[in-house]
């Protein structure tokens, strides 16, 4: 009896395929979750534009960005690094490129390089993708709400030996990047921030800041101080 209902069912599934009907087909194979960020992502990258923004990136940015965008300590910040790809939307990595930052080392590069090659080293710094992006909904977090004065202790604290007293960075001989100025400031959400002083950047000293393994054990409030301490230094 139990083989003769599988040959029933067999035979029911059959007459559907010959009818037709794939639904239950369908229904059976596309059960692995889709990353759609992740999937989206890879559908609109151009081998050729990876290419042309590779030979870019080698002409314009790795003297000091180092080969393959490792950073310099002390230069100039990894740009490969999974944390930054993760968090940093286009438009923010776009608009850095193009305009600079203002009292560092970092040029307007808009001035040399037109819009579609800057999108090309994108494309580029893109491919060290370990990961979907969510620089979209970093971007809609809530702005900070902290008291800027706790805020300033805590980056005395912690922040101040590798970015500087005043967030420098590298013109204060700072072994971390120029976080204090409107250059950075006037381009990264509170979103973004939030996300790179819990989780850090790998290949570089900035290590996560948030959880039992973190280098301070900060917790969301008082991250939340320390970004609008940084938001009055604009």
Same mark, same amino acid.
């Given at each position: ?5 599988? =040959? ?17 087909a ?8 889709v990353?759609?960020?992740?999937? &989206?992502?890879v ?30 300590? @002390? ?7 999974? &944390?930054?790809l993760?968090?940093?939307s ?19 590069? @808009? ?7 800057i999108?090309?080293?994108?494309? !580029?710094?893109?491919? !060290? ?7 979209n ?15 300033? =202790?805590?980056?005395a ?10 967030? &420098?960075?590298?013109?204060? *001989?700072? *072994?971390g990047t120029?976080?204090?100025? *409107? ?7 509170d979103?973004?921030? =939030?996300?790179?002083i819990?989780n ?6 900035? =290590? ?20 609008? !301490? ?5």
């Amino acid at each position: 009896m139990r083989h003769q209902g599988k =040959r029933m069912i067999w035979m029911f599934i059959s007459g559907l395929a010959l009818f037709g009907y794939t639904g239950y087909a369908v229904s059976q194979t596309n059960t692995a979750p889709v990353d759609e960020k992740k999937s &989206e992502f890879v559908a609109s990258v151009d081998p050729k534009q990876i290419q042309h923004g590779k030979m870019l990136y080698t002409e314009n940015c790795q003297v000091c960005h180092q080969e393959e965008g490792k950073g310099k300590p @002390g230069v100039a910040p990894s740009l490969t690094n999974k &944390e930054l790809l993760t968090a940093a939307s286009d438009e923010f990595l776009l608009s850095t490129i193009r305009d600079g930052r203002a009292e560092t080392p970092m040029p307007a590069w @808009g001035e040399t390089l037109k819009q579609e090659e800057i999108q090309d080293i994108i494309s !580029y710094l893109r491919s !060290y993708s370990k990961g979907p992006m969510v620089a979209n909904m970093l971007d809609k977090d809530h702005t900070a709400m902290g008291d800027p004065r706790l805020g300033k =202790r805590w980056f005395a604290q912690i922040c101040a030996g590798c970015h500087g007293p005043n967030g &420098e960075g590298y013109e204060g *001989s700072g *072994s971390g990047t120029a976080i204090g100025k *409107s250059g950075f400031l006037n381009k990264a959400t509170d979103g973004f921030i =939030r996300y790179i002083i819990q989780n850090g950047r790998s290949n570089t000293s900035m =290590r996560g800041f948030s959880g039992a393994e973190g280098l301070a054990h900060l917790n969301d409030q008082e991250i939340d101080d320390i970004i609008s !301490y940084l938001r009055i230094l604009q």
